[in-house]
């Protein structure tokens, strides 16, 4: 199929030890069955989760010569591909745009402008972003294969997000749920490295060594996985993650619907003394406060959680709210400093709404929200004397 000429690898297996050379290898941690743990650090040796008793092994593999475990986690170690960045003189200079070349004029246009960039100072800031997907394409098989992305901000803005500069960290071979935590452990540990001791790096650039410190600003993900990085569940009646326990819901339609948005308007814009256009009530309230991550960090101490893992029960305590688990993330010293943790995919954002709005007007079916239920509940409103 090749030429006779050519340099590529003839096997699998000299193209991982080309990678490996590079400096692009991972690692296989074994995982509980059940997501209660990694076999990982002090429990690397042992043979049976302490928490399930579920064998680390398969039972019909004990004959074996090659043992075959019954989960298997990819981790792609950060150090050596953050160093990587510098070992080109045209990457390692790009990765000083943001303090070199970057203009201040007051204009958004890449992280280094926001406030939450120049109150956090490192070497490498990072981003976050995770999500599943079904690997073969196959609507109707259950299957998840997700992953974990870090990308460099320093990069200037043509170039931070293209996907030669994104980095796979780790690899899931299922939705893990909020047990995400627990195949975190090793980023957060290499993270935690990062920020207090620094990986040597040379520059190739300045042709000088530097101590390179690196630390994730944030994580981008869409809502349902907003939930799972950041412990704040978002379902139900308490499901913004800003308002927390002071959000305005009720249950319409078969839905939970959610007001209360004029709070957030200025004390005296006119929208808010208007009713019938809206749900029928003036807005008087304030808008919600604004929790600090030291408050959160807090209230999520006093907490007591169960076990991550399939068989835990879900079922949480009132006291509890929404929180469903403490956030691997606030392992990290600065976490409950940052000023923003999470964001919200816009891709997703805005998929969501055109779908909802095409396939309202142009009323295709499946997709349209003129729906019985939907009708059902304007036709309450004007019974009520709401709406005339």
């Not at 995982?31 to 040796?45: D, I, R, S, V």
């Not at 043992?67 to 050596?80: A, E, F, G, T, W």
């Not at 939450?116 to 998840?144: M, S």
């Not at 990085?229 to 339609?253: F, L, N, Q, R």
Request: with cysteine; charged share 25%; aromatic share 12%.
């Amino acid at each position: 199929m090749l030429p006779t000429d050519n340099c590529l690898p003839k096997d699998h297996r000299q193209a991982q030890k080309v990678l490996n050379g590079l400096g692009l290898s991972y690692e296989q941690i074994y995982a509980c069955k059940n997501n209660y743990m990694l076999f990982y650090k002090e429990y690397e040796t042992l043979d049976t989760c302490p928490i399930c008793n579920e064998l680390r092994f398969k039972t019909t593999s004990y004959n074996r010569i090659t043992k075959i475990p019954q989960k298997v986690m990819r981790y792609l170690p950060l150090k050596p591909r953050l160093q990587r960045l510098y070992m080109s003189t045209h990457t390692a200079t790009d990765m000083r745009w943001h303090k070199e070349k970057q203009v201040d004029d007051d204009v958004m246009r890449h992280p280094a402008d926001g406030e939450a960039w120049k109150e956090f100072d490192r070497n490498v800031r990072l981003g976050l972003a995770t999500d599943g997907f079904n690997l073969y394409g196959v609507l109707n098989q259950h299957h998840n294969t997700w992953l974990i992305f870090v990308f460099p901000y320093n990069l200037p803005p043509w170039k931070c997000m293209k996907k030669e500069y994104m980095m796979m960290t780790v690899l899931i071979t299922e939705d893990p749920g909020r047990s995400i935590n627990v195949y975190l452990l090793p980023l957060v540990d290499e993270l935690k490295d990062l920020r207090t001791n620094g990986v040597h790096t040379y520059d190739q650039s300045t042709r000088k060594l530097f101590t390179l410190r690196a630390a994730v600003m944030w994580t981008v993900n869409d809502f349902p996985t907003y939930a799972m990085v950041s412990g704040w569940s978002t379902k139900g009646y308490m499901a913004c993650p800003i308002c927390k326990e002071d959000v305005t819901s009720s249950w319409h339609a078969g839905k939970v619907c959610y007001l209360g948005h004029r709070r957030w308007l200025l004390r005296d814009h006119e929208w808010r003394e208007k009713d019938k256009e809206f749900d029928g009530k003036k807005e008087h309230d304030l808008r919600p406060r604004e929790w600090s991550g030291d408050e959160i960090l807090e209230q999520l101490n006093r907490l007591d959680f169960a076990l991550f893992g399939k068989t835990v029960s879900r079922t949480r305590p009132a006291t509890h709210m929404n929180w469903t688990h403490k956030p691997m993330f606030f392992k990290l010293p600065y976490w409950s400093k940052l000023t923003l943790r999470h964001n919200l995919e816009v891709m997703h954002v805005e998929k969501n709404v055109f779908d909802t709005l095409m396939g309202t007007i142009l009323d295709i079916e499946g997709k349209t929200k003129d729906t019985i239920k939907a009708n059902w509940i304007w036709k309450k409103w004007a019974y009520e004397g709401v709406y005339k």
